[in-house]
């Protein structure tokens, strides 16, 4: 053995940066069909050959002896292994003490069978999964947990990363589809009356135009044909449709679209009858004011920028065009007017579907549907129209945003401007939907319970009595469908939840929520957007809405910022009921003993009706004993609980995720019976925004944080509040260190030429007769020292090497760590 000292020129030292890449698929499904890949084993390399067994010694809990005290029971294959080993040895020990020899080769094998086939130690089959999970209703980790990201991490990051708090970016899209079990017949209607001393406010007198933002997400569903779907139709006066192309996918499935403006008396055609192959103004009357665009012009999937514009008589000679994405397609009107004759009202505008009939509009403004659904304005005296007197079944299959009416015909600049930016002014602007959050709406009967509703206004996203109070998601649609030229709300058709009433068992809130296609529906109408080539302004809301309003933008550093909508304070702290954190049955035997009453944990026990309704129990609002925001009471957290965290162990990522690596996909939104399928991505300073569409996308738009050190990512937007709660799929690459140390040994003349090995002996190092120098040693191993000659690293050679003393050799090993 010899003893070198080793200087720093002996170490050459190396770090790597890797990335390793992750793909991880789950679903909550059991049985047969369920799916999990890619969870992560705590052992990277686990061994079969240990198995989970017990000291046969053992005694008391969990011991295999059924006298011992404390037995709660054994594993039969664990039993069966120590009972065989112990008959192998009393055989054995008797043939020894007989003399005798014994075949125990029987036994022996029956216990190595048991050995192979009990279980692995637990090490080796623990596996850690991405956890997915939702606030939960009464305190425990999952709590804590999302406060201590919301309260802790976020401030901590928040000078890091892009909107690193308990908001989402105000930035959202108008969501029309149709699917199994949800309303064809769904609409947004606004109110077109013509009050006293103010016209029809819909109806363009002269030229005008229209400008939006349309992605044809939906195709055809395989075996049927696409369908026209209406964008806005006002009776008599114009239809804006969006009709198939010729262009199909590798499906069959349609994949090219084409705009369809209908004008006049063609407005009251069937977008869905109209013949397409006939080229613009080779209609004959009636249909002869029917234009459409060029074919396969909108793509599927794509942001295109639409305006539709028309001069009258005094520009391009009765001329208009439709613009899409710069490309245009013209057409002519001979006419200086598409007004319908005076005595056609048109007095609804409908947004995402067709209405066709001989109902009289007006009657959806009925007083009865002002109260109830909050539409505003509504006149007294009308009465709902029949539903056999009229239809909506041209349902849109697309989303919209930045929906805008002129009164003017735009030119170049104003189109390209609103290609790229929102309104600050309404100047000559008829109608103008964005669409943004307001916190003003009017006042209409909103769900507190399935049984119960509370006439008020709502100033929050979604309703949040419905969800602190008994755990129930509905979003507050009328919020965000604000006409802002005229201060319009609309009738949400077909998009309302009613109460249930009659006795029912059994029930939680959200499952009355998804029984309905109708709130399925109107929880999807609003979505986050994620057209990257239009940014809105938010200046519009400052000049629009009262200064109490902009209370809804609060940032929690301070001040107003417009481009967020606040969901850290959701309810009041006035809320908080003092010494009543919780309703359970537990908390109900807690009130009756302070309150010196029996033990009476029913419905109708005094101290239920203190605690009011539950989330596990709704029987007494049938009664008509509302909620008291008990899950408020039992977490004392008054932040948005429509929200999703994604914990990820670092056993994953390593150090940290890597940025801009992060994609969470949900193949099929909750309530979207598998037609809407989202995908978030982070922008590599820890927001995530939807990524849905083809480039570009609108990276700037929040609807989640990712903390990449933690592993956390948190989904804040109320609108995809169950995202992933079925299935998700999540792909990321992580960050690890390797770091490498090789120490090259030298082992000069002279040296190593002795062994501390007691069998060692000089012999000759080969057979040649001209080798003279008969002294060598093998080196076999190395160790490494600290200045005490602690061993910290060891090296063995593969083959020893051998070493005479004229020789000189380098040693290299290296270390991973």
């Known amino acids: 053995m010899s003893l070198i000292k080793v200087l720093p020129e002996y170490l050459e030292k190396f770090s790597l940066t890797l990335h390793p890449e992750i ?155 149709s699917g199994s079990g949800l309303p064809g017949s769904s609409a947004i209607i606004y109110n077109n009356f013509k009050f006293p001393n103010k016209p029809r406010p819909y109806s363009p007198t002269g030229s005008f135009s229209f400008d939006f933002y349309i ?67 080779q209609r004959p009357y009636p249909r002869d004011l029917i234009f459409v665009s060029g074919d396969n012009t909108l793509r599927k999937n794509t942001w295109h920028h639409t305006t539709i514009r028309w001069g009258g008589p005094m520009i391009n000679d009765r001329t208009g065009s439709i613009l899409i994405d710069r490309g245009k397609d013209n057409f002519s009107i001979p006419s200086a007017s598409i007004l319908p004759p005076k005595h056609i009202q048109a007095s609804a505008l409908v947004m995402g579907n067709y209405f066709s009939g001989w109902a009289d509009e007006a009657g959806f403004f009925n007083e009865t549907a002002g109260v109830t659904e909050g539409v505003y304005p509504y006149e007294t005296g009308l009465t709902e129209p029949n539903e056999d007197q009229y239809a909506f079944d041209h349902p849109l299959q697309a989303e919209i945003h930045d929906i805008k009416l002129y009164n003017k015909f735009i030119w170049e600049n104003v189109i390209h401007e609103n290609e790229k930016y929102g309104q600050s002014s309404l100047k000559n602007i008829m109608f103008y939907v964005p669409p943004f959050f307001t916190r003003t709406s009017p006042s209409r009967e909103n769900l507190i319970t399935p049984f119960q509703t509370e006439t008020k206004e709502s100033t929050q996203p979604f309703n949040p009595v419905f969800s602190f109070g008994v755990g129930g998601y509905i979003i507050n649609l009328p919020n965000f469908v604000r006409e802002f030229k005229q201060g319009y709300y609309p009738r949400l058709f077909h998009l309302t939840a009613s109460t249930i009433d009659t006795t029912v068992i059994d029930i939680t809130a959200n499952g009355y929520i998804y029984a309905s296609g109708s709130t399925k529906k109107r929880n999807l109408t609003v979505l986050p957007n994620d057209n990257g080539r239009f940014y809105p302004d938010f200046d519009l809301l400052k000049t629009n809405l009262p200064p109490s309003d902009l209370s809804a933008f609060e940032s929690v550093n301070g001040g107003i910022d417009l481009s967020i909508i606040n969901i850290n304070d959701m309810v009041p702290a006035s809320s908080a009921y003092s010494g009543l954190p919780t309703v359970s049955t537990r908390d109900l035997e807690m009130i009756n003993e302070s309150l010196g009453l029996p033990d009476d944990t029913s419905p109708d026990s005094i101290a239920a009706q203190v605690a009011g309704v539950t989330p596990e129990n709704m029987i007494l609002a049938g009664q008509g004993q509302g909620p008291i925001l008990t899950i408020y009471q039992r977490t004392r957290d008054p932040s948005s609980n429509e929200i999703t965290i994604f914990d990820i162990s670092n056993l994953f990522y390593g ?153 000189e050799v380098l040693l290299r090993f290296k270390m991973d760590f």
């Not at 090259?744 to 080798?771: H, T």
Request: proline residues 5%; aromatic residues 10%.
């Open 23 to 177: 793909r991880y698929v789950s679903s909550s499904l059991t049985g047969p069909t369920a799916l999990t890949t890619g969870s992560m084993p705590l052992s990277i390399r686990p061994s079969r050959c240990f198995k989970n067994l017990i000291d046969p010694a053992q005694t008391g809990q969990n011991s295999y002896d059924p006298e011992s005290p404390g037995v709660v029971g054994f594993n039969e294959g664990d039993f069966s292994i120590l009972e065989d080993l112990k008959s192998a040895n009393v055989t054995v020990k008797a043939a020894n003490a007989s003399g005798d020899t014994t075949d125990v080769n029987a036994t022996i094998s029956k216990y190595m069978e048991l050995v192979n086939s009990s279980s692995e130690i637990s090490r080796n089959s623990k596996r850690f999964e991405i956890v997915r999970f939702d606030p939960p209703f009464t305190f425990n980790i999952n709590t804590s947990v999302k406060n201590c990201v919301r309260n802790v991490l976020m401030p901590f990051y928040s000078s890091r990363y892009d909107s690193c708090q308990f908001s989402y970016t105000n930035y959202n899209t108008l969501n029309f589809f």
């Open 215 to 281: 992605n044809p997400r939906y195709s055809n569903v395989a075996g049927e044909e696409f369908k026209a779907g209406t964008i806005l139709h006002l009776s008599s006066t114009y239809a804006i449709s969006l009709v198939s192309g010729s262009q199909l996918d590798e499906n069959g499935l349609v994949s090219g679209y084409r705009i369809m403006l209908q004008l006049s008396h063609s407005a009251d055609i069937e977008p869905s009858s109209v013949d397409l192959s006939i080229p613009n103004n």
């Open 655 to 807: 150090n940290t995720i890597l940025p801009k690596s992060f994609h969470l996909t949900d193949p099929s939104i909750t309530g979207s019976s598998g037609r809407i399928k989202m995908t978030l991505r982070d922008n590599s300073r820890g927001s995530l925004y939807r990524a849905d569409c083809e480039l570009p996308h609108a990276t700037w738009s929040n609807v989640g944080t990712i903390l990449y050190n933690e592993g956390v990512s948190v989904i804040k937007s109320p609108h995809i509040a169950y995202f992933g709660v079925d299935k998700f799929e999540a792909t990321f690459k992580g960050e690890q260190n390797i770091h490498m140390l090789t120490v090259n040994l030298p082992a000069g003349v002279g040296e190593f030429n002795s062994s501390s090995n007691p069998q060692y002996k000089v012999l000759s190092a080969s057979n040649n007769a001209n080798d003279l120098n008969s002294r060598f040693v093998y080196i076999s191993g190395l160790n490494l020292h600290d200045d005490n000659l602690n061993i910290i690293m060891r090296a063995n050679l593969a083959q020893p090497v051998l070493k005479r003393e004229e020789d």
